[in-house]
């Protein structure tokens, strides 16, 4: 591992603007020539102390290694946290561009950073050649430190300028844009996440909803430094419960907006509609890292299932976009409630896509479910 100790002049993402990082996400593909790689930094945990011994008040810079050689200002950066501590909490998603004959090459970079004299507490890089395009990988990057492990959790993902195209499959991808919640909230828990997945087993996870536990949570892939494996980055071929991608927070608390789109590839089966095809959908509220030793979601505050049956597929092709409009989706077994007492619903949209090149929805010309 080799860190460069010069001291970086990029500056944290003002918390003002990280509260209201609201904006919509779309964008699952590079300009052409290029490949995109998008990283959300969720936490920390046992960072290393300021060298006063005060705790430190943490951010990440990320960058490639070029950007990194020739001492390129990234800005790429995350928030701090309101106070300091070892175990931050940003939830911050930024992005970096790399030409696509660079990617042999090119590795990504996370340097976590005091953000008050741009002292580095820790490092992790990652090639990129290690990632597979379009897989949602979240990461537990560890560091041993003198003080201990000092571990990093990010979800990120590595795109293409096209989606590819595989023997057999008709589409090639699903997307599902995830609104927000259609009723205010009586109960509010704050800024809400949302782990998304396609199940190829509804039937087996029907039988299973009034079991506990039910929550299934996003895994998280133990990654060690300096020197990981390329074996740590290998991708199952089959996943029973699915590639989970997660949204970033949902605001205001009293009527989350995500605004979200989640892209699933046709190689995991995604676009072959059947009685056994789900989409679920899992709500989080966003905890402090200081209260935990790790950054896991468990105790979900609600699940919602979508079939992705025959019937639904034919309806959404009968329309003009081969999409479909779902304006109220439940949230099952839920601990939130609507001011009026009832259960509350989100709006999503979703569709197939048919080409390598991605469309955007149009609300105006999508059937309802």
């Avoid at 020539?33 to 005060?54: D, F, M």
């Avoid at 996370?110 to 949602?136: A, C, G």
């Amino acid at each position: 591992m080799r860190w460069n100790k010069r001291r970086v002049a990029e500056s944290p993402m003002p918390l003002e603007e990280a509260s209201r990082h609201s904006e919509t996400t779309y964008g699952h593909l590079a300009s052409i020539q290029k490949e995109l790689i998008t990283i959300t930094l969720h936490g920390a945990v046992n960072l290393p102390s300021r060298k006063n011994g005060s705790k430190p008040l943490a951010f990440v810079v990320a960058k490639t290694t070029s950007q990194d050689e020739k001492y390129e200002e990234s800005t790429a950066v995350s928030s701090t946290t309101w106070e300091p501590t070892k175990s931050p909490t940003w939830e911050t998603t930024v992005k970096l561009e790399i030409e696509t004959e660079d990617v042999g090459r090119e590795e990504v970079i996370l340097k976590v950073l005091d953000s008050r004299n741009r002292e580095l507490l820790t490092s992790y890089q990652i090639p990129v050649k290690y990632l597979r395009p379009f897989h949602p990988y979240h990461f537990e990057l560890v560091m041993i430190q003198k003080t201990g492990l000092a571990k990093l959790y990010a979800s990120i993902t590595r795109e293409n300028s096209f989606m590819p195209r595989y023997i057999g499959c008709t589409h090639t991808a699903l997307e599902v844009f995830l609104q927000g919640a259609n009723e205010l909230l009586a109960n509010p828990f704050g800024p809400i996440i949302v782990v998304a997945r396609v199940i190829p087993n509804y039937r087996q996870f029907k039988e299973n909803l009034n079991k506990e536990p039910l929550t299934m949570g996003l895994p998280m892939r133990t990654i060690n430094f300096p020197k990981p494996s390329v074996m740590a980055f290998d991708v199952p071929r089959t996943n029973k419960q699915g590639y989970p991608q997660v949204s970033k927070p949902g605001w205001p608390a009293k009527q989350p907006e995500w605004n979200t789109s989640f892209l699933y590839q046709a190689r995991n089966g995604c676009t072959q509609f059947n009685e056994d095809l789900a989409l679920v959908l899992e709500y989080y509220p966003i905890t402090s890292m200081p209260k935990k030793d790790s950054w896991n979601l468990t105790d979900p505050l609600g699940i919602s299932v979508l079939p992705l049956s025959n019937r639904v597929y034919r309806k959404m092709m009968a329309g003009p976009r081969m999409a479909l409009h779902v304006k109220k989706l439940s949230i099952l077994r839920t601990k939130l409630k609507t001011i009026t007492g009832g259960t509350p619903t989100v709006g999503l949209y979703f569709q197939v896509h048919s080409s390598e090149k991605r469309s955007s929805f149009n609300p105006n010309s999508l059937q309802d479910e």
